[in-house]
């Protein structure tokens, strides 16, 4: 099955730790991004990548960190410089830019 | 700067029903897209429907159909015949060329069905 797989689901840390969250997809898309969502709001993009070895910031980009070395893989790092990093992190995968977007099961991430 | 207004918070609709969750867009850009997705509480986006600002016709995929008037910058999502399993939250998102192609995501309704 194609698809978009996040681990963990649920992910606690204690402060001051950095944390990486995963993102792996089989569906041969060039493009992939990072979403955080809030309590009661919509999703803000944190990074996106529109080929391997190249990433982009999103609106919300400082205290964060992502890497892509393979096509099908997109980690994203939560620093300890991200100041409010509890949240729930979606990431998601499109053929190209301009297409729809498809996305993981999400991690929801607790820092203590 | 690009925006998305979803002004309904909650919406209450009974089962086999239509309901409408309203949407609307602000961009100068000629060439941009719409897109609907549900939330449930699961919390993962499913992909629902798709509106080019091109398209003469107005999107469907089953039950769902975008109602695009592209001159009032709306494009509200009707779901026809409402099940329980719509229950959830649903986004408007927008993405056009004068902010990179980068989607932006209204707030959201979230839709309950009621038996």
């Known amino acids: 099955d194609g698809g978009i797989t996040q681990s963990p689901k649920y992910l606690f840390r204690k402060e001051g730790q950095n944390v990486t969250l995963s993102c792996e997809q089989n569906?041969?898309?060039?493009?992939m991004y990072w979403y955080r969502q809030d309590p009661g709001q919509g999703l803000r993009l944190i990074y996106y990548?529109?080929?391997?070895?190249?990433?982009q910031k999103g609106d919300i980009a400082e205290g964060y960190s992502v890497s892509r070395e393979k096509k099908e893989s997109f980690p994203l790092t939560v620093t300890s410089a991200q100041k409010n990093p509890t949240a729930f992190y979606l990431c998601?995968?499109?053929?190209?830019?301009?297409?729809?977007?498809?996305f993981g099961p999400g991690t929801r991430l607790t820092v203590l | 700067a690009q925006k998305i207004t979803q002004t309904q918070p909650g919406m209450f609709v009974q089962e086999k029903e239509a309901v409408t969750l309203d949407c609307t867009y602000d961009?100068?850009?000629?060439?941009?897209?719409l897109f609907w997705y549900k939330q449930p509480s699961s919390g993962e986006m499913i992909f629902l429907i798709y509106?080019?600002?091109?398209?003469?016709q107005n999107a469907t995929e089953g039950r769902y159909s975008l109602n695009f008037q592209k001159a009032r910058k709306s494009a509200n999502l009707v779901i026809s015949a409402s099940q329980l399993g719509d229950s959830a939250m649903y986004f408007c998102?927008?993405?056009?060329?004068?902010?990179?192609?980068?989607?932006?995501f209204g707030a959201g309704t979230r839709l309950t069905v009621k038996p």
């Open positions: 569906l041969n898309h060039d493009a």
């Open positions: 998102a927008m993405r056009d060329r004068f902010n990179n192609n980068d989607m932006r």
């Open positions: 990548s529109q080929i391997v070895n190249d990433f």
């Open positions: 961009t100068s850009d000629q060439s941009y897209g």
């Open positions: 509106q080019g600002s091109y398209d003469e």
């Open positions: 998601a995968s499109s053929i190209d830019r301009r297409n729809e977007q498809f």
